[in-house]
């Protein structure tokens, strides 16, 4: 039983969010403080935190990939998930909170965080996911508490319910009160609050706020709303059975305030979570997971540790897995569990088994990745959760620096897609590149970071190349004639051809006009594959499109003609006749949608048209107060770094989508220099 007399309901499963730097990880680390998992708690800054441990994360002083602990506190088990708060590793959440139990919105007074705010919330409300909001570094808060608030509503769409209000002195917050307990706490450093007596002239502000609380509750509790009415103080078991019950049907979002760096609001929040959020029962029932049935668990995240193997981190959603049990993945993949670990951060401890509700590592499930499903026993699962990764918006092309790395390379790119499913790979043989895909910078430099200190393959990265292309403005003519004489059978073939040019995006088009058998008629398939292929490359030295090719005279040679022969005529023939119509360059243009809060509109409207973009209007983003999607066309060439100077001016969170457009004519100083480079 635990310590308040009510036994356990199970191990739960909580995720922590928040935009970048708003403290997510300094309060996981106060968390694992409180519940004794450790001695002290680590600061990012100094490099000891047991979140963020990995070379790369210390290197940049950022989450870049989840942190996982499993603590006990009061009885119960507790599994914190700690999410990135970087848009750019935004789908790393998406993978975790469709299987959690409850969220925790880390999030502070910063009216420049809230965009940032707005899209995770948005996120959560969209997965069902019921949350709570910890509005953090109380401490130092510029603003009154009801400030805030309505600062923070303008980023929800389910209303905040504040369950806590600071005590001031010397416009410092000491301490709060707790507007369902009634009570009054001063703030103690890394140690839980102290109750103390109601302060001298604090009653009234905290009857105020309490009603403004019942108010809320009694939106959805007729009884409540009667007894509010009647001035009747209502029971307080009944305030925390709404509390309780509004959060988990997601009619509010509680608001609970404290400060992660002194380790401040943390008991509280942590009571809040163990007595509120729902448990593994309300999860399965809001995925629609039957109670019954195989054991069954989905992936949260995957780590290749490098010689430490692979390790998934999932959460059990029904039954018990056990070591060496075989598994069948919701991909078809069968595979053996190795091992199952506690986690708390990289420290793993083992175990021999895995009950419901928990959420644990499970050592080297091949074939089995990042938000795959899995289940013992014969039956193929359906996968539980899928969010689609996000469209890539920034883009490097890999080159490896030791050539023996080629085959490791392609080894090492599949693990880090598996791990992280936002990264994509193309292979682009045409242009001899292999591109890493991804959602921005600093998301790609970890990738490659990663494909050094894990994989030992060193590569380097360069912007990719613009397929650029090249056609033709007037018609022209031309023979090819390729003779050839060496003893025996000679090789013999003659083709004169016409050319012309056609409308944009027609592409390539044969016509075979020859009259009387000059070019008998298995060898004009020949000359059209001798034409294609003369078309890889043109004067301007990139592939030729949108053009007519016609074949309207030729001779041949009873004995030395052969389709190589023929081939290598047609060849001749466009390699003259190309220059004599006028070639000019071609470069792809994107159709672009652009994603941004309004305030930021007019200076997204300048990078389109610094990158010699077309501005093609804009509107409200659909559902979206506060925010515009502007359209227009941009060259692929101009497109690079458009994300990085994006979200500069947006605060971290403009992102856009792009798709082919057309080909346009360049021409002038910008054809030049590609040319130049070229060659």
């Known amino acids: 039983m635990a310590p308040n007399g009510r036994g356990p309901r199970g191990p739960r499963c909580i995720a922590i969010v928040g935009p970048f730097q708003s403290g997510k990880t300094t309060l996981f680390e106060a968390i694992l403080e409180r519940t004794g998992t450790i001695s002290r708690a680590g600061r990012v800054t100094n490099g000891d935190s047991v979140g963020d441990s990995s070379a790369e994360a210390r290197a940049h002083g950022m989450s870049i990939e989840p942190n996982v602990a499993t603590v006990e506190f009061l009885g119960e088990t507790m599994t914190f998930v700690d999410c990135p708060g970087s848009t750019e590793f935004l789908h790393e959440m998406r993978n975790i909170t469709p299987v959690c139990d409850a969220a925790i919105v880390v999030c502070e007074s910063d009216e420049r965080k809230i965009p940032a705010l707005e899209i995770l919330l948005r996120d959560l409300e969209e997965a069902d996911i019921p949350r709570f909001l910890f509005i953090n570094k109380i401490d130092t808060a510029a603003k009154r508490v009801r400030e805030t608030l309505s600062l923070l509503q303008q980023a929800s769409r389910t209303p905040l319910l504040l369950r806590q209000i600071p005590l001031w002195k010397d416009g410092i917050a000491v301490g709060f009160i707790d507007l369902a307990l009634e009570r009054a706490f001063i703030y103690r450093e890394?140690?839980?609050?102290?109750?103390?007596?109601?302060?001298?002239?604090?009653?009234?502000?905290?009857?105020?706020?309490?009603?403004?609380?019942?108010?809320?509750?009694?939106?959805?509790?007729?009884?409540?709303?009667?007894?509010?009415?009647?001035?009747?103080?209502?029971?307080?078991?009944r305030i925390f059975d709404d509390l309780s019950k509004e959060l988990r049907e997601r009619h509010?979002?509680?608001?609970?305030?404290g400060s992660a760096e002194r380790g401040n609001g943390v008991t509280r929040l942590l009571k809040a979570l163990r007595h509120e959020a729902p448990t593994l029962t309300e999860t399965r029932a809001r995925l629609g997971i039957p109670e019954e049935g195989a054991p069954l668990a989905h992936v949260m995240k995957t780590m290749h540790l490098g010689q430490g193997g692979k390790l998934s981190v999932a959460r059990v959603m029904r039954g018990t897995f056990h070591e060496g049990d075989m598994v069948l993945g919701s991909r078809g993949a069968e595979s053996r569990v190795?091992?199952?670990?506690?986690?708390?951060?990289?420290?793993?401890?083992?175990?021999?088994?895995?009950?419901?509700?928990?959420?644990?590592g499970f050592?080297?499930?091949?074939?089995?990745?990042?938000?795959?499903?899995?289940?013992?026993?014969?039956?193929?699962?359906?996968?539980?959760?899928?969010?689609?990764?996000?469209?890539?918006?920034?883009?490097?092309?890999?080159?490896?620096?030791?050539?023996?790395?080629?085959?490791?390379?392609?080894?090492?790119?599949?693990?880090?897609?598996?791990?992280?499913?936002?990264?994509?790979?193309?292979?682009?043989?045409?242009?001899?590149?292999?591109r890493l895909l991804g959602q921005g910078e600093m998301h790609l430099r970890v990738a490659v970071e990663k494909l050094a200190s894990r994989f030992q393959v060193g590569v380097d990265i360069a912007k990719p190349r613009v397929a650029y292309c090249e056609t033709i403005r007037l018609p022209a003519s031309a023979r090819g004639r390729h003779r050839k004489q060496t003893g025996g059978h000679g090789q013999y073939g003659d083709v004169m051809i016409e050319i012309k040019p056609l409308p944009r995006g027609e592409g390539f088009?044969?016509?075979d006009r020859i009259t009387g058998g000059v070019v008998p008629r298995q060898y004009i398939p020949s000359v059209e594959t001798g034409v294609r292929d003369a078309l890889k490359s043109g004067p301007l030295g990139f592939p030729v499109v949108d053009l007519a090719v016609s074949l309207t005279d030729g001779s041949y040679h009873t004995v030395d003609s052969s389709d190589a022969a023929f081939q290598a005529a047609a060849r001749l023939a466009l390699a003259e006749a190309l220059p004599k119509a006028k070639p000019v360059l071609l470069e792809p243009i994107l159709s672009v949608e652009i994603t941004i809060p309004t305030e930021a509109l007019s200076k997204a409207t300048?990078?389109?048209?610094?990158?010699?973009?077309?501005?093609?209007?804009?509107?409200?983003?659909?559902?979206?107060?506060?925010?515009?999607?502007?359209?227009?066309?941009?060259?692929e060439a101009e497109i690079g770094d458009l994300i990085v100077e994006l979200r500069s001016v947006t605060a971290g969170v403009g992102t856009f989508s792009t798709r082919f457009d057309h080909m346009a004519e360049l021409s002038g100083k910008p054809a030049e220099m590609v040319l130049q480079k070229a060659h």
């Open 606 to 635: 300048s990078l389109v048209t610094a990158r010699r973009g077309q501005i093609l209007g804009y509107d409200g983003r659909p559902g979206w107060a506060g925010w515009d999607v502007l359209s227009a066309t941009i060259p």
């Open 252 to 257: 509010v979002v509680p608001a609970l305030i």
């Open 363 to 434: 050592g080297r499930l091949e074939g089995i990745a990042t938000g795959d499903s899995f289940a013992s026993g014969k039956s193929r699962p359906d996968t539980i959760v899928s969010p689609a990764p996000p469209e890539p918006v920034y883009a490097v092309a890999l080159k490896v620096r030791d050539r023996k790395d080629d085959v490791r390379l392609s080894s090492a790119l599949a693990k880090i897609t598996e791990e992280d499913p936002s990264l994509v790979v193309q292979s682009r043989p045409e242009m001899g590149e292999i």
């Open 338 to 360: 190795a091992s199952l670990l506690t986690m708390v951060g990289s420290n793993t401890t083992r175990r021999g088994e895995a009950g419901a509700g928990d959420a644990v």
């Open 509 to 511: 088009a044969f016509e």
């Open 190 to 237: 890394h140690a839980p609050s102290e109750v103390v007596e109601m302060p001298d002239g604090e009653g009234l502000r905290e009857r105020e706020a309490r009603f403004a609380m019942l108010e809320r509750l009694a939106d959805y509790d007729d009884e409540l709303m009667e007894d509010l009415i009647s001035e009747i103080e209502p029971p307080r078991d």
